[in-house]
């Protein structure tokens, strides 16, 4: 298993550019199967979760040309098997967009009940809801959902809860269905706006995504088109909030600043200055970062998946400071990994208070999901002394060459694989 080892204490300055969004990029991925014709979809971050789906859709005879590492060619004629069997789908959480494509295109699909982050409870009823709205017959059988419709028929979904995945789902599988679809209380992220985007670019008649609701007219095909994903706003507030915890001073570069605004708009409540424009964003951090509170919301609110990094600031920020996650139920495992680092907080419910302490120092951790992973990272960059981070798999399957642009912003940290390569590094930097 791979390890990032990290020797922290320098401030991280200089440019970064920021690829595509991973949770948009799924989803147009999964989408790109309901045409028959050819999708070119450029801006593809190159990440493991990415890799995985498209090895699922070329399990199920979809032919994907590579055209580069963020390029690819996706024709979907051949299609013929409607069961994703593909072992590692059911690790990823956007394998449940093949469920909305499928039943679109095809009316017909069996695929593995999603995995993901083990961040708390993940339920997919608002996905099944939305499409037995529309006319499914589904199933849940050996771990698997089993869906098929005579006919999909447009109907009214209203979401019980705000939800990213059910509401981009739903809006696949209406794209091809008889009539009108309106689906309330719908999520508003920048990708449910992308992926709308982009079924539109193929011939789809959606409106109002971005706000709370989506209107579909079903149409009876969908065409091939050109499409690039928007920048990743997490990867970009990840760096973004790096730079704020080593008190560095970086431009985040290709991001679209409107989908950071609570993202800076929390940079700026600690005391960091940040410069926004037309498409980079700049953070610099000096002097002493005030404590503040968070909660995360659906979009435009703070998004959860900052949640840890901005954990980790806080935790390098003078005073008290108080986060309250309300989409996820357990994702504040960090905050224990922290502690070995020196920092110190105390959970209560849905809410951490984390107190600021003068310095972090290195220690070893374990990354115990994604964006829990990387704010670890940051902490370690922040860190006086050595971080070791194991388990990097997740790190890796949501962040493109992680220790290589933090490198460029001058970064002392390396991947490794095996004890040895850790002392050789200790070594190296001591
Ligand atoms: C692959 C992907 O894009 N993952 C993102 C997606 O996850 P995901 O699609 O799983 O998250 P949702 O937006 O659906 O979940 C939001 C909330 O709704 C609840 N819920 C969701 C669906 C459902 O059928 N029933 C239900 O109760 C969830 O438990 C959660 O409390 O959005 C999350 C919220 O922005 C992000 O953290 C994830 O990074
Ligand atoms: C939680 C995340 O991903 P997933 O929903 O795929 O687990 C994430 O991107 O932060």
Known sequence: MDQYVIKGGSPLVGEVEIGGAKNAALAIIAAAIMTD?????????????????????????????????????????NISDFNVEYDYIKKIRASYYLLGAMLGKYKRATVALPGGCNIGSRPIDQHLKGFRALGADIDIEHGKVVAD?????????????????????????????????????????????????FLNSMGANI????????????????????????????EAGTFMYAAAATRGDVTVLNVIPKHLESTIAKLEEIGCEVEEFDDAVRVVSKGNLKSTHVKTLPYPGFPTDMQPQMGVVLSLCNGTSTVTESIFENRFKYLDELSRMGGVSKIEGHSATIEGVKGLSGARVSAPDLRAGAALCIAGLAAEGITIVDDIVYIQRGYERFEEKLKGLGAIIQKVSSEKEIQKFKFRVS
């Open 149 to 197: 419709a005579e006919v999909f028929r447009g109907s009214n979904v209203y979401f019980d809860v705000v939800t990213v995945g059910a509401t981009i789902n739903v809006m696949m599988a209406a794209t091809m269905a008889e009539g009108l679809t309106v689906m309330e209380n719908v999520a508003k992220e920048p990708h449910v706006v992308d992926v709308a985007n």
């Open 37 to 77: 014709e050819t999708v070119l979809i450029d801006n593809l971050p190159d990440v493991n979760d990415i890799n995985v789906l498209l090895q699922a859709i070329e399990g199920i005879g979809a032919t994907v040309t590579r055209v580069d590492c963020h390029t690819v060619k996706i024709n979907a004629s």
């Open 207 to 234: 409106r109002g995504a971005g706000t709370d609701v989506i209107k579909i007219r079903g149409v009876k095909r969908l065409h091939g088109t050109q499409y690039s994903v928007i920048p990743d706003q997490i």
